[in-house]
């Protein structure tokens, strides 16, 4: 080859890879999308909806829930209140009830309408429910606090058919169990048992199985949530923290891959995946993957952000 093209060829795989490189690098970035000078925690995503808690203090609760449509104006949904799951316009969330958080119980809005939709009989009871997500006519949702001792629940409610399934049950004093997010057929988890020995859960609701997650060897993986193909997103990191957080994904045929690297000091609390929906069908989809994340000390400063990861649709 000659000394000139060899140089040009050089030149314009290098511009190729500096290219690849850079939209890698664009994907990855995290995009801020609830900062303020109040704690920004929990959020839940739709295609025109969007819900939060927000703390009422600098950076101490209580928090109280609002929820935003795109292009208008956020209004408060419930004092004392956590986001769970967005579906269409209805939202499953979690209210804390009595004085300080004695206790906790799920309820259904309508955003459009700001109307609330009966729970079924049974979902909640005189015991912690929380975390709930829903998708289609499905209602998941943890029994028990995440780390509190007693049976720890991970249940799947059918709303239509009243079918419920226990996806998972801890009774370990220094366990931790706690539901991720529902997301079409697929569902996700977390299970510490014990803590830091934490492993995560994708269910498949049609054929009823569950796999774990592989675990890089010395890391916690957690916040896991998971978008309508089953590829999971989550957290994971080395004791202690804001210790080399990483946020990971994984698609169901794949080995885990890196997303982005949290700065020393920070961390994430939970995630959400969603799809916009409304577009043609395409090779490619992105997954609105969002998250929150602290600062780590005595003060802990709440946030808000996305990542926007792009993957080729699987095959049929």
């Not at 004695?102 to 700001?114: C, E, F, K, M, Q």
């Not at 005189?126 to 006519?137: H, L, Q, V």
């Not at 992105?286 to 994340?293: A, I, L, P």
Request: with cysteine; charged share 20%.
């Amino acid at each position: 080859m000659p000394e000139k093209l060899r140089k040009r060829t050089f030149i314009l795989a290098a511009a190729l890879l500096a290219l690849v490189a850079a939209t890698a690098f664009a994907a990855a970035a995290q995009t801020p999308v609830r900062t303020s000078a109040k704690n920004e925690v929990i959020p839940a995503a739709g295609d025109d909806w969007f819900a939060w808690s927000r703390s009422r203090q600098q950076t101490r609760g209580p928090y109280d829930l609002y929820a935003q449509r795109t292009g208008g104006k956020a209004f408060r949904v419930s004092k004392k209140a956590y986001a769970g799951g967005i579906d269409g316009t209805m939202l499953a969330y979690q209210v804390i009830l009595g004085p300080g958080a004695g206790n906790s119980d799920l309820r259904l809005l309508d955003l459009a309408t700001r109307r609330k939709k009966r729970i079924p009989a049974g979902v909640n009871t005189t015991r912690w429910e929380c975390c709930a997500r829903i998708s289609g006519d499905w209602l998941m949702f943890s029994r028990a606090r995440a780390s509190g001792s007693g049976r720890q629940l991970v249940l799947l409610r059918n709303l239509v058919t009243g079918e419920q399934r226990v996806l998972d049950a801890n009774q370990a004093s220094r366990g931790a169990l706690r539901a991720g997010q529902l997301n079409g057929t697929y569902a996700v988890w977390s299970r510490c048992d014990p803590y830091p020995q934490c492993r995560i859960f994708r269910y498949d609701i049609g054929s009823g199985s569950a796999t774990i997650l592989p675990v890089t060897a010395g890391e916690i993986p957690y916040a896991p949530s998971v978008n309508q193909l089953g590829t999971v997103y989550y957290a994971q990191r080395g004791p202690g923290c804001g210790n080399s957080v990483k946020i990971m994904k994984q698609r169901l045929s794949d080995a885990p891959q890196l997303l982005a690297s949290l700065p020393p000091g920070r961390d994430v609390g939970v995630s959400y995946a969603h799809i916009p929906s409304g577009k043609p069908p395409r090779e490619l989809v992105t997954t609105h993957v969002y998250f929150d994340q602290r600062t780590c000390g005595k003060d802990q400063r709440w946030d808000i952000y996305r990542i926007d990861d792009t993957e080729r649709v699987p095959p049929p």
